[in-house]
């Protein structure tokens, strides 16, 4: 069995990325158009992968060069029914995507329950709700984001996508490219 499949790179070796909640992640600002996704990505060392349409998404996929993983690390997706076709939501993926950090917190393959553990303690600290997503998983009101879990061998660690709500989070997260759901 190919090892690599399930390889999970730790912090050292990720690029460190800090999350504006809702408006930038890293080298990326929602909002953007697709050029300058490409061109901020390979500023910091991302190969483009795929440029796929996925059920009225346009899909970029980029990976570190090897010897990182075969897998995508980041995927950022555009409404094509959108006529200015600009970023709207950022998967990271928990395995081989960069760390995120928001308020502090580490976000990105990371143990789900001292994810968990982090995002409660910061909701009471600063007073703000909790919410669960699709797949019990914990995050705080405001963060703009939803995290979720794959397979790293026998064990599990966090990925999560990213989108600026606007006014409601649940119209956001309802209209996610049906793909982040099925992320493994």
């Known amino acids: 069995m190919d090892q690599d499949l399930w390889a999970v790179l730790p912090d050292g070796e990720r690029d460190q990325w800090e999350y504006v909640s809702g408006q930038a992640l890293g080298p990326l600002h929602f909002g953007m158009s697709w050029t300058d996704c490409i061109a901020a990505m390979a500023g910091h060392g991302f190969a483009a992968v795929s440029d796929a349409t996925e059920a009225g998404w346009r899909v970029a996929e980029f990976r570190k060069p090897e010897p990182y993983s075969s897998q995508s690390a980041v995927r950022c997706y555009f409404d094509v029914a959108d006529r200015d ?23 990105i393959g990371r143990v789900p329950s001292e994810l968990a553990q982090e995002m409660e303690a910061h909701a009471a600290a600063y007073e703000t709700g909790i919410r669960f997503s699709y797949g019990g998983d914990v995050f705080c009101d405001g963060f703009e984001m939803e995290p979720g879990t794959q397979r790293a061998g026998d064990s599990v660690v966090t990925w999560a996508f990213f989108f600026n709500a606007g006014e409601d989070h649940s119209n956001a997260r309802d209209g996610a490219p049906a793909a982040i759901w099925q992320h493994r």
């Open 85 to 107: 076709r600009v970023l709207e939501y950022v998967l990271v993926d928990g395995r081989t995507g960069p760390q995120v950090t928001c308020e502090g917190i580490r976000l």
